[in-house]
């Protein structure tokens, strides 16, 4: 499909100006949103709905999430430059593109292979710089932590409490937690070794994070 850029430019721009009448206010969020080409990240199939602000199916059975989740999310971790990110879901790259040139050092693991390699294609096709892993996240990445910020794309029965324990002290952690049907947003900050507050947020709907902290593969 051969869209001229400017076309999906006017898309990102307008997409943006409806976030914001959404209630998404960080501004940083909204600059990077009119940066990541989305079209790029969505199925051949559903480049002319990159920019309807809905999630989009993508290969084996996953989402794109909407891009008013990935603004409400990206505020709600509030990030900062040089910020250490470990997202637990790469699934299309979306998500990991926008942490990205928000200038976070982000780590990011998927479970499914095809995803993983996808999104190494097209991160290198774009250059953009982020560390990719292929495995169960529901345990974080204990190799590199701890973190300034845990974001889970999926949905989670619970709060992992390996992923608590994977973040800096006054680190956060945004994550989807209740059934497979319905989640609210949740997030926690851990405020000292041993104590952390939780703040919980609307409610969203996730594919589920499968692993040994998530749900089990039916
Ligand atoms: N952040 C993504 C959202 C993708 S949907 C984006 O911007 O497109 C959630 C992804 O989480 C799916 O690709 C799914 O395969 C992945 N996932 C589910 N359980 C996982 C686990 N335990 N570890 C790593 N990835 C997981």
Redesign the pocket.
């Known amino acids: 499909m051969s869209v001229n850029p400017k076309y999906f430019l006017e898309q990102r721009i307008i997409l943006v100006d409806s976030l914001r009448r959404k209630g998404i206010k960080d501004e940083r969020v909204l600059t990077a949103i009119e940066k990541v080409p989305r079209e790029i990240?969505v199925p051949a199939d559903q480049k002319d709905r990159a920019y309807i602000d809905n999630a989009l199916p993508?290969e084996?059975g996953?989402?794109?999430?909407q891009p008013y989740t990935?603004a409400y999310m990206t505020e709600l971790l509030d990030t900062f430059d040089g910020c250490k990110v470990l997202?637990?879901?790469?699934?299309?790259?979306?998500?990991?593109?926008?942490l990205s040139v928000l200038g976070c050092e982000v780590f990011?693991?998927?479970?499914?292979e095809f995803?993983h390699n996808k999104v190494k294609k097209i991160f290198a096709n774009l250059n953009i710089k982020a560390r990719l892993f292929l495995?169960?996240?529901?345990?974080g990445l204990p190799e590199f932590a701890p973190f300034d910020r845990i974001?889970v794309?999926?949905a989670a029965p619970d709060i992992p409490s390996s992923l608590i324990n994977q973040l800096k002290i006054g680190g956060k952690l945004v994550i989807p937690v209740g059934s497979r049907n319905e989640q609210i947003m949740t997030l926690v900050i851990r405020s000292s070794t041993n104590k952390y507050e939780i703040i919980r947020k609307d409610s969203f709907r996730?594919?589920?994070?499968?692993?040994?902290?998530?749900?089990s593969n039916e």
């Open positions: 990240f993508i084996c996953q989402s794109i999430s990935v997202e637990i879901g790469t699934g299309s790259g979306y998500q990991c593109a926008i990011s693991i998927e479970r499914i995803l495995g169960d996240g529901s345990k974001i794309t999926a996730f594919v589920p994070l499968i692993g040994e902290e998530g749900w």
